[in-house]
């Protein structure tokens, strides 16, 4: 009897995925073998692509991140949502100086008044993103202790707010995650995202579970259409029990109580007065750790 040596109790009797690959690359060239039909069905993107195979995707998209984070021992996380469009103050001021120069050449512009309006309000607010880059690295150095795999801080990826908490991440020498998503205009990465956990989704659905998988807090800085959207899906899902409950704080209480008025919400009722108890307001980063540490009894 012949006995395979590289076969043993641990190992499957059947070539995986990877062999034939190979395999197939060694295959004769014929006219046959150059058929898009001969592709191995999970190497041929044409056919990946095709709408009937959107169900694939939408697993493949669910898969992926998940047994990365796994890989990397990612076990829980806190999740800090903001604006893109809010930066740190140095290049908050230069964009709020090209504005006024530019206000200046054509006073009566309308439009021109508006963003120069808006610039001076995005400065006001870069405070923000030096509170969630402090955020990032509270939290990841409280995370140190237990080997960098609990509360990781994890962000939509891109730049603004979300640039701040994983550079704070990164300053505390410790692992970040970024979610990014493929979006009509260019998103790039920004470049404090640990590389081995940066993601990239066609599918919000999907980038949203990801989110939450597992979150043990959300924090959100002022924002926008995309960060009051991951809120209100949050605390839809906390509202309606599909999740456990975690702490939701609103970094920056006058934005948030002039972005939305949720005693409003409670006095039309459509929604409970302790609904409102899913949510708190603070105003630091110290501030919005000790709370979750409070929490959970850290």
């Avoid at 007065?273 to 307001?281: A, P, R, S």
Wanted: aromatic share 8%; proline share 5%; charged share 30%.
């Amino acid at each position: 009897m012949v006995v395979d040596e590289n076969l043993s109790l641990e190992t499957s009797p059947f070539p995986n995925a990877a062999d034939d690959v190979e395999s197939a690359r060694l295959a004769a060239d014929t006219p046959q073998t150059r058929s898009p039909s001969y592709r191995l069905a999970y190497t041929d993107t044409e056919f990946l692509l095709r709408d009937e195979l959107r169900p694939v995707r939408l697993q493949l998209e669910l898969l992926k991140p998940e047994l990365e984070q796994i890989d990397q021992g990612i076990e829980s996380t806190v999740v800090i949502f903001g604006s893109a469009r809010i930066p740190e103050r140095a290049e908050a001021e230069k964009r709020l100086q090209a504005a006024e120069r530019l206000q200046i050449e054509q006073p009566q512009d309308r439009l021109l008044r508006q963003r120069t309006s808006a610039a001076r309000r995005i400065l006001e607010n870069s405070r923000y993103y030096d509170e969630a880059r402090k955020l990032g690295a509270l939290i990841t150095a409280d995370g140190h202790a237990t080997g960098g795999a609990d509360m990781v801080v994890i962000t939509g990826g891109g730049p603004g707010i979300m640039e701040a908490a994983n550079r704070g991440a990164k300053d505390a020498g410790g692992k970040s995650i970024g979610l990014n998503i493929v979006l009509p205009f260019e998103q790039q990465p920004n470049p404090y995202i640990t590389p081995e956990l940066c993601f990239q989704f066609h599918y919000f659905a999907i980038r949203k579970m990801h989110f939450l998988k597992r979150a043990k807090a959300l924090v959100a800085c002022p924002g926008g259409f995309g960060t009051l959207d991951e809120l209100f899906e949050t605390l839809t899902l906390i509202q309606t029990r599909k999740i456990k409950r975690v702490p939701v704080l609103l970094l920056g209480g006058d934005y948030w109580r002039r972005i939305i008025n949720f005693d409003a919400l409670v006095e039309e009722g459509a929604i409970d007065e302790k609904d409102l108890e899913l949510i708190q307001y603070v105003e630091t980063a110290e501030e919005a750790w000790q709370l979750i540490k409070n929490y959970y009894e850290l």
